[in-house]
């Protein structure tokens, strides 16, 4: 079975720009949680959706939104982009929300804004 | 705000030697503490979890120790090896989240 998906692997924006960034979770998984890796720091929360529903929310401006599809799939969009936005974008997908079990996690969007 | 304090930020033993990775957390509403492991260039992998009405969990050469009252969980990596050399976050979870640790970077020398 694939894991968690992401795509890109890589990318580079300029400030300003807004990014879009997939993720496809382990099949049967409904939830699929953002994460904001800064290179050197533990991974901070962005946002968790299930069921299509956005479920929490993390301390992250309004630039960010995220949604979920109907086959669970999910994206996360960020608006007129900062160079503090150059990160690792880890996505994470589990069973239900609220987690039960663990998360998997995929391997990551790095972004670099300049 | 929620808070999970990891020390050391760096970490170096000998192959066969014990590493200790220290946790802490202040939000009681945590019910769930896993432990990841993040190679460079890869995403965090889950290594071992515990819940809070337990006081030891053991898989394999990885032991999870919790003080449910003092708040705080260790792991212990029993006969490190160099593979094991990466970066280690300590997580807590309530609801829709995981709080983490800002991680540990272990070094294991030949």
């Known amino acids: 079975d694939a894991g968690v998906t992401q795509s890109p692997t890589h990318l580079i924006k300029t400030r300003g720009q807004h990014v879009t960034l997939r993720c496809s979770p382990i099949s049967g998984h409904k939830s699929v949680s953002w994460y904001q890796q800064v290179l050197g720091q533990g991974p901070q929360f962005i946002f968790q959706?299930?069921?299509?529903?956005?479920?929490g929310r993390g301390n992250f401006p309004d630039r960010f939104s995220a949604r979920q599809f109907p086959n669970y799939s999910s994206e996360l969009n960020v608006n007129a982009l900062l160079l503090g936005d150059s990160a690792l974008y880890l996505c994470?997908?589990?069973?239900?929300?609220?987690?039960?079990?663990?998360?998997?996690f995929g391997s990551g969007t790095r972004l670099t804004v300049v | 705000q929620q808070q999970v304090k990891q020390s050391p930020q760096s970490l170096i033993v000998q192959k066969g030697g014990i590493s200790i990775i220290n946790c802490a957390y202040e939000n009681t509403a945590f019910d769930y503490f896993p432990w990841y492991q993040q190679f460079p260039g890869k995403g965090p992998a889950l290594l071992i979890a515990?819940?809070?009405?337990?006081s030891e969990k053991k898989e394999g050469r990885f032991t999870i120790s919790f003080n449910k009252s003092a708040k705080q969980f260790s792991l212990h990596i029993m006969d490190s090896q160099p593979g094991d050399s990466a970066t280690y976050f300590c997580?807590?979870?309530?609801?829709?989240?995981?709080?983490f640790g800002k991680g540990t970077k272990l070094s294991v020398i030949p």
């Open positions: 515990i819940r809070p009405d337990v």
């Open positions: 959706y299930y069921e299509k529903e956005e479920r």
């Open positions: 994470a997908s589990s069973l239900d929300a609220p987690v039960r079990g663990g998360y998997t």
């Open positions: 997580a807590a979870s309530s609801l829709y989240q995981l709080t």
